[in-house]
């Protein structure tokens, strides 16, 4: 079956500081990948999206690059912020639909920024 | 705008006592989910709807019961028979199965806590 591991965390950083969060995954055929982030006391907000090999997904300062010969997906922002304080969840889905579009999660990384 | 709503956002619930939590979207998406989060954990898939009167059990079905009436909407019930149903919940959809790269639109959550 399909499945996802994040690099475990907690992972607390400076303001400014690089930012890496692992993530691996195992699956058939080709899946898309997604990086979630979810703020405190909230749901799951979609952060970038990748559909193919090589594709890189980017939104507000995150990127992460789909590749498919070392089966990753990780998330990186050059400089972080206090507001990027949250939790972050690496998913798939099913290429093809034949799982009928389940989304598989890692067990997701909190990330904390000081000022 | 549209969007997914769930409600209550914060439920209390006495031991034995079933409760229902609401979920409604206005994306015009086929297809609607269910999740459960506990602390440091991710996202475990309670049931899956595809189309209206057509729902499937996902991985921790047990002790809870949905129904999809309608398109918009599709509420959970947490029944007396869950032994630990303190968590939160959240609900999403999609366009639909083979549509789009997959990913899911998630509503704000609910928070249940059983006394």
């Known amino acids: 079956g399909n499945s996802v591991t994040q690099m475990e965390g907690p992972v607390t950083l400076s303001e400014e500081a690089f930012l890496t969060i692992n993530c691996t995954y195992t699956?058939?055929?080709?899946?898309?990948l997604f990086w979630y982030v979810q703020y405190p006391g909230e749901g799951l907000q979609l952060l970038l999206k990748?559909?193919?090999?090589?594709d890189k997904g980017s939104n507000k300062g995150f990127e992460a690059t789909y590749r498919k010969e070392t089966t990753s997906f990780h998330l990186e922002k050059g400089s972080v912020q206090v507001s990027d304080s949250a939790v972050y969840f690496c998913?798939?889905?099913?290429?093809?639909?034949?799982?009928?579009?389940?989304?598989?999660f890692g067990q997701g990384t909190i990330l904390t920024v000081h000022p | 705008d549209g969007g997914i709503t769930q409600s209550p956002k914060y439920l209390f619930r006495k031991e034995g006592q079933n409760v229902t939590l609401s979920c409604e979207q206005n994306?015009?998406?086929?297809?609607m989910y269910w999740y459960r989060q506990d602390p440091g954990q991710g996202l475990r898939l309670i049931y899956y709807?595809?189309?209206?009167?057509?729902?499937q059990k996902g991985d921790i079905a047990e002790g809870y019961s949905v129904s999809r009436e309608k398109k918009e909407s599709f509420p959970l019930t947490v029944t007396s028979a869950q032994k630990n149903p303190t968590a939160f919940y959240l609900c999403?959809?999609?366009?639909?199965?083979?549509?789009?790269?997959?990913?899911?639109?998630f509503g704000e959550g609910s928070r249940l806590t059983v006394l």
């Open positions: 999403a959809s999609r366009l639909g199965e083979g549509i789009g790269p997959g990913e899911l639109f």
């Open positions: 699956a058939t055929g080709y899946p898309s």
């Open positions: 990748a559909t193919k090999a090589d």
């Open positions: 998913a798939l889905s099913d290429a093809g639909g034949t799982s009928y579009g389940k989304l598989t």
């Open positions: 994306l015009n998406h086929d297809a």
């Open positions: 709807s595809q189309i209206v009167n057509d729902f």
